[in-house]
Every structure is written in structure tokens, then in C-alpha cells.
């Protein structure tokens, strides 16, 4: 009897159980409190890769435009030291670089030196970083057309001369390799491309060709 009257008690249960899910009342999930908006909301990484890319201010970045690159041309032939003196003075304010370049000579040797400086003040400067640098040979050029220019040395040979040039260059001093003797001379320059040398030209020598940039010493 006992064992019969549990069967029935846990039948009633699970018919009770069974109609209270079946008929009892719909319950909703609690809802979500509102997320303040100015907190970032988490993101997939998918979300990030599919995103398409913002400009900046809406506007295509733009490439910087490249610098004009220099002119370069040789003017002359200057046979006295004079007119080479003033033809320099005229151009060195309005070129970027100038260098002078000396025709072969009849066999009188070369020379290495640095062009004229602004003052002697400036000369003695380079040549106290000369000695620094360990060069000897050297003296500061006091008067004439070529004050405070700096000789670094005469050679009996282009060889010579031009490795005691590249050793100076190397270190850092713009120094020049010339013929000696009766060679004219050209005035090599570099300058932007607005610089008119045709305007310039007629009125210091006789002649202006173009030059290699690269063979601008």
C-alpha cells in the first residue's frame, strides 16, 4: 500500500510540475540599462578590418612637391685674374655653388687650394680645422686677387695633386685641384633653375655652356 501510495504522489508532482510550465506565466528578460554614450563600445577585430578608412579632414593626402634641382653651367674664359675676380664677385651672392676650373697649362705643376673666404677671420678658421684635421702644408694667401684664399700644396703632376684633393674632401674641406700656367679659366656654378645665366652671361664673359652637376667639383 505504502509503495502504491508514493507512485500516485509523485505522479500528482509531475503532472502539477508539467502544467505550471505549460501554463504558467511569461516572465521577460531583466532589461539592459542604458550604456552612456559617451563610452567607446568594445569592437571585433572584424568589425576594425571591414571598417573602411577615414580621411583626414575628408581630404586625400596630398604629396609634397619635390625641389627643383640645380642648374649647372660653366662661364668664360677668363685670361687675367681681374676680370675672373669681378665675373666671382657677381655670381657668388646669386649661385648655390662655384668653383673655378683652369685649362691645361704648358707642364708648370698644380696646385691645391681653397677659393677666397669672406674675410681673414674666416680663412684663419678654416685653416686652424685644417691642422685639426692633421694637413700641414698650408699657408693663408694675405693680398692680391686671391686674398683670403688658402694654398694647400703644389704638385709636379695631376696625380698627385688631385689625391692630396681628395684627402681634403674627404675631411671636409672643399678644396680645388688646378693647372698652373697660362691656362684660361671657366667659373663653374650651380643655381637653381630660376636664375637667368643668359641675362647674367654677356655681361662678365664671353661664353656660357651647360655642365654636368655631377663633374662640378
Known amino acids: 500500500m505504502l509503495t502504491r501510495a508514493l507512485i500516485v504522489l509523485l505522479l500528482v508532482l509531475n503532472l502539477g510540475v508539467a502544467a505550471w510550465w505549460a ?19 568594445l569592437q571585433l577585430v572584424q568589425e576594425v578590418r571591414t571598417r573602411p578608412h577615414r580621411l ?13 634641382a640645380p ?21 657668388q651672392t ?3 655653388r662655384l668653383s673655378i676650373r ?16 669672406t674675410d681673414r677671420a674666416a680663412a684663419q678658421a678654416v685653416a686652424e680645422r685644417i691642422v685639426s684635421a692633421g694637413f700641414k702644408d698650408y ?10 684664399s688658402i694654398a694647400l700644396g703644389r704638385y709636379g ?6 689625391r692630396r684633393r681628395a684627402d681634403l674632401q674627404a675631411a ?18 650651380a643655381a637653381t633653375p630660376a636664375f637667368d645665366v643668359a641675362r647674367v652671361q654677356p655681361t662678365i664673359a664671353a661664353q656660357q655652356r651647360p655642365l654636368d652637376c655631377a663633374t662640378l667639383r
Open 23 to 41: 501554463f504558467g506565466p511569461v516572465t521577460s528578460p531583466p532589461a539592459v540599462s542604458g550604456i552612456d554614450p559617451s563610452i567607446a563600445r
Open 56 to 68: 583626414v579632414d575628408n581630404q586625400p593626402a596630398m604629396a609634397a612637391p619635390a625641389p627643383a
Open 71 to 91: 642648374a649647372c653651367f660653366e662661364i668664360g674664359p677668363f685670361n687675367d685674374d681681374a676680370a675672373l675676380a669681378q665675373a666671382r664677385a657677381t655670381l
Open 94 to 96: 646669386q649661385v648655390a
Open 102 to 117: 683652369r685649362e691645361p697649362g704648358r707642364g708648370r705643376g698644380w696646385r691645391v687650394w681653397l677659393p677666397p673666404m
Open 139 to 148: 699657408y693663408i694667401v694675405l693680398d692680391g686677387d686671391e686674398a683670403n
Open 157 to 162: 703632376n695631376e696625380e698627385a695633386a688631385q
Open 172 to 189: 671636409g674641406f672643399p678644396a680645388q685641384a688646378e693647372a698652373l700656367g697660362g691656362g684660361a679659366r671657366w667659373l663653374q656654378v
